[in-house]
């Protein structure tokens, strides 16, 4: 998606190799006007699929599937992070690695939130070793429900998530896909 | 707002005298369609006011903040919750203490995403003790910018922040305002 990958080239910093910083505004600060374009595309890519839920994981995911989610006219679920159990009542699990924070913590969802009927689209942010989308689409299955597919904004193509997830059978659409990157050169897109 | 308390008395559930869980369609599986209503009621509410950027804390502030923004035509910031400062970067910061949870945490914004010039709505789910409130209130003073108001899911009328913070003189609309509640009776409304 041009508009994506301008707005990377002009307000993205690279760190190093691998850190790209967008929270002027994906992340920490929300260019909604952007996620309403971001919302249109993933809807041009899904069209003729049906699809009852979006699901996505707090916090950064959240903006961009309450918004993608006007466009397809059903809830948001967001999994929670957490490090303890005390939620009442039944929720479906999963462990999800954090890369960037070096720790592994839970998600979960209420069970009451997926059904086993449910077309689950799952958007997120980021899609780099893909293990929150992972864990993403094993709280889908656990469910009993089906994923549609994942829309993702910013992949980084050149670490193993998106391959490994495609691999798998499950469609998965980035927005803008990351080939390279450099402080000196800045990124590169597929 | 009538459409936000009927679905409080529809979908709500009560547990004990102070514990309203709105998570089939506020904060864990989200109505979005519910949240574009609100979004317009809290932009009729603030019309005339002059605003540039919309303040709320994660995570289950962010979707409320973000289809209410589209209403406002400004960005959305949201405060991060940490228990680290490992941030890199400068940041404000401000202490929160969860009585659900029973702890106290950091809350941080950028200072890039903050500026002296900002006249900021502050957007959240709930209101009890307002001390998320009166975090997001410290962080926007920090950085010189300027509360114009607050717009509030959900307040519990019945608990103290509400009265505390519209005595500071800052402005709270809140969509839904409880004044008490139980398991026998349900939600009542002021």
């Known amino acids: 998606m ?7 080239r002009k307000d993205g910093k690279v760190k190093g190799t ?6 002027s ?37 959240i903006g961009i599937a309450c918004i993608a989610a006007q466009c397809f006219g059903v ?7 957490t490090k303890t159990r005390n939620i009442a009542g039944d929720v479906y699990t999963s462990k999800v690695e954090s890369f960037t924070h070096g720790k592994v913590y839970d998600i ?5 939130f997926l059904l086993p009927g449910d077309k689950v689209l ?9 293990s929150a989308l992972m864990g993403l689409i094993s709280l889908v299955r656990d469910a009993g429900a089906t994923v549609v597919g ?3 904004a910013v992949e980084k193509a050149f670490q193993p998530g998106g391959k490994m997830i495609r691999d798998m059978g ?15 050169n800045g990124v590169e897109f597929c």
């Open 2 to 8: 041009k508009l994506l990958e301008d707005r990377i």
């Open 75 to 81: 809830p948001v679920v967001f999994a929670k992070k």
């Open 122 to 130: 799952i958007i997120d942010d980021f899609l780099a070793n893909g």
């Open 25 to 61: 505004f994906l992340n920490h600060q929300m260019d909604v006007e952007l996620f309403v374009q971001m919302g249109q595309e993933l809807k041009r890519l899904y069209q003729g699929e049906e699809i009852t839920k979006i699901l996505t994981i707090e916090a950064s995911g």
């Open 170 to 184: 499950v469609r998965v659409e980035s927005l803008a896909r990351v080939k390279s990157m450099s402080e000196e």
């Open 108 to 112: 979960i969802v209420s069970k009451e």
């Open 150 to 152: 994942a829309g993702i």
């Open 18 to 23: 691998d850190v790209l910083k967008v929270d």
